[in-house]
């Protein structure tokens, strides 16, 4: 009766794809995973797609769309056998963060975790703070504070937002006023090659036209340029394109000294210094919101290009010229690889806080969960336009819940199926031993900070292949359909290929679909090879979701001696249930109801059937389904689900 009642509750929960199942994730030919589910469904063992099998063959297929140039290249780090070198733009720190900074920095998290967790490149990443800047100044007078203050408190601001979307934290979060005295050392430097000047009243600007090929970046001829900097056109320059290296300060601003009087850096200066100070002459990525192509990187790449006096016999610090000239990309720049992601639109129009469609993050996590935001700004490739909408917002809402649901019933089936399901378990962690997994025990919340930590790359195949999935993949014809293997590597394939996330959502469309079956339907519950088949998609959509950082940071209690991992059963079933009801919680705060009310409803509709009174029950259960709320009925009782307005 108990296993009856359990399966019961699962096909009423799954029943209603009409509300239930989310629209198609993605348009796109049938992925490796379904062609593996549908070839073991038909009785046959081998994939009809290769696996992959090492992080040497992985890195082999990473491309990435270089702005540069304009094309997609294949990526190889600077240094064979040294760190990846990551760089990203952060924030000017006098306000809270925005949707465009979710999305810059979720997209570079999932890269981060990319190249770490599935690639094994140990990767230094950089992302720092602006905390001078004329911005910050105006906003410190006007709340009465020093500006010390307002950017530790927006610093502070902004760790709690990326904590909340599960953003890693970077390597190094360096700020600009702690490098100010390189920052004069750089700009002396680029005077001396005659590549800026001074102006009356001690201002210092970049010349320009002194440099060769500006404008290589951006594509932008020198008579399309204008002012580089973020203020107003200066008269005292010898061009309009001409940017500010050094501003002197007014009466009361901040200010250091320096050979030109005292005064702060411009805006530019701050990223080229702080990259050659913490991570030398020559990087492999550097990334960042598509309107910082032109001015703010293109004025980069003119001042580390003329600090280094690249055609010159210029030595550097950090290493010989000739070394330095061997990394440089294309013999010039000090960026290998220019990454730039797509701008947000606020429903088909440019956010703006002007139009009064501006929305801060912490405004949207009012509304909708962390993950939920994640998933949505996953959605779309990272190069594209993303329009941010309510309606997305919900469909993103709604689709991972379906997503959260599905590993929620997986979990709960295994635990039914008791030692089988954990023996189920423990064989597919073995199989899935891949790019992406972890060691036994390693989790992202097993740090000693309070920040989400890098994953771990996992001690899976070796570089040539021996090991690891290359056995599992041998042995998998005598195995149970490898349909976790598929899965994970078709997500693997696609983050590879310009960190395609749209495709790499879509695939889990069939693996869910076969998590359906093989919960409700009875050819499904009777497939011998049932529980192998839920444990893999188990441990492999944990291995997918924390990969794209989708999945909870669970840590375990003190003295608990709980090693969790991708396949443990022991507290993932309540993980994913607190999840949903958090999913619901704010779901009812969009649509203005509480938890009692729902209750209430529930109640009545109950007592309305029990005296067999069906018209008034379905006018209940349609009056709710109505207003986003759809009720599942289960032997256990009834319980609900988020939907929209045109559920049914």
Known sequence: MALHSHLYSLQQRWKPFSGCRPPRMVARPISQATQTLQASTKGHTTPPASFITSHAELRERVAFFNTMSKSKEHFKPRLADGPVSMYVCGVTVYDYSHIGHARVYVAFDVLYRFLTSACGYDVQYVRNFTDIDDKIIARAQQAGVDTAELTEMFIAEFHKDMAALNVLSPSLEPRATAFVSQMIDTISTIMSYGHAYVV????????????????????????????????????????????????????GEPSWPSPWGSGRPGWHI????????????????HGGGRDLVFPHHENELAQSQAACGCGRNHPHSHSSSADTQQQLHNGTDFVRYWLHNGFVNVDSEKMSKSLGNFFTIRDVLARYHPLALRWFLLAAQYRAPLNYSDKGLEEASGRFYYVTQARADVVEALRAAGPDGERAVAEARALLCLPGCRPEGQTAANTATPQPQPPTSASVASSD??????????????????????????????????????AAVGALSGPLRTINDLLTTKAGRRRPDRLAVLAQLHVALGTVMELMGMELSRTPAPGSGVAWTHGALEGAGDSLEQLLKELRALALVRLGMTEEQVAAAIRERAEARQARDFARSDAIRLGLAAQGILLLDTPQGTTWRPGTASSD
């Open 200 to 251: 009356e009243g001690g201002d210092v600007f970049f010349d320009v036209g002194s440099l060769e090929g500006y404008g290589r970046l951006s594509g932008r001829a020198q008579d399309d340029n204008r002012a580089g900097e973020r203020v107003a056109v200066d008269g005292r320059k010898r061009s309009p394109a001409d940017f500010a290296l050094w501003k002197i300060a007014k009466p």
């Open 270 to 285: 701050e990223c080229s210094t702080m990259i050659r100070e913490l991570m030398g002459p020559v990087i492999d990525i």
């Open 465 to 502: 292949g021996r090991k690891g999935l290359a056995a599992a993949a041998a042995a998998a014809a005598s195995s149970p359909p490898p349909v976790g293997l598929a899965l994970v590597s078709e997500v693997l394939a696609a983050l590879a290929d310009d960190l395609n996330t749209p």
